[in-house]
């Protein structure tokens, strides 16, 4: 890939009608799909679960009811964590970082978070890399 | 918002020369700008310090020199982290998520993850939520 950088991003603004509190709503920077990226972290082991998506809606009733919901990108719907498999999310915080773009919510998982049956989405899932360290 | 799903993301392929291994371009599901999420994690206290974009160059770039390259949004091009602020982040690995959307990238970082100051982009920035707990 050459140096050429890929098209930026649609910014959408707050839809008309969000559900958030209008500060929230006002801070939420979204893509073209009107989403932000959501972390996913166990609060005491702090294991990073799984990177979901959210809309504001999405994000409404995650902050309001104690239970993580996402929106997917894949099958474009509404998706309460555990509604099918069991394992629950619930909710013990969030918070939205400095540019407005990520949440990071911290849970108490039950069980796996992956629907592939392991504990994370990125257990066993590691790279090839090159590390690096401070000389 | 009602329940009106937002518009399917653009799924991006493989660019034809992405300098990844054959298997890491394949399982990558990119967004309509070419980028998946990397969550950025200190390796040895867990915190999850910030979240930036990584197109394939920028995945490459990170996999092979010991340093985080992200790709920004806003800015339209690539960012080595720490090269104008001192605070680098040195690769300790590198995992894809069962999706190939999201990457977890573990660091050592050096100083503040964000450009306030704070160690992490998402400290004292929680949002008031109603808190879950199994009954």
């Given amino acids: 890939m050459s140096e050429q950088p890929a098209s930026a991003p649609v910014i959408v603004p707050a839809p008309a009608t969000s559900p958030l509190p209008s500060a929230v709503a006002a801070a939420l920077k979204r893509d073209g799909a009107g989403l932000v990226a959501a972390v996913v972290q166990q609060f005491d082991t702090h294991e990073v679960l799984m990177l979901g998506w959210m ?47 990520a949440l990071l919510i911290r849970v108490d998982q039950v069980g796996a978070a992956c629907h592939t049956g392991t504990r994370t989405c990125f257990e066993g899932r590691d790279l090839e890399v090159q590390t690096g360290e401070a000389v």
Avoid at 57 to 77: C, I, K
Avoid at 80 to 94: A, F, P
């Fill in 55 to 101: 809309d504001d809606e999405a994000l409404h009733r995650t902050m309001t009811s104690g239970r993580v919901t996402f929106y997917s990108r894949s099958r474009q719907e509404y998706w309460r964590k555990g509604d099918t498999s069991g394992h629950v999310q619930w909710v013990k915080s969030v918070a939205l970082d400095c540019d407005g773009d």
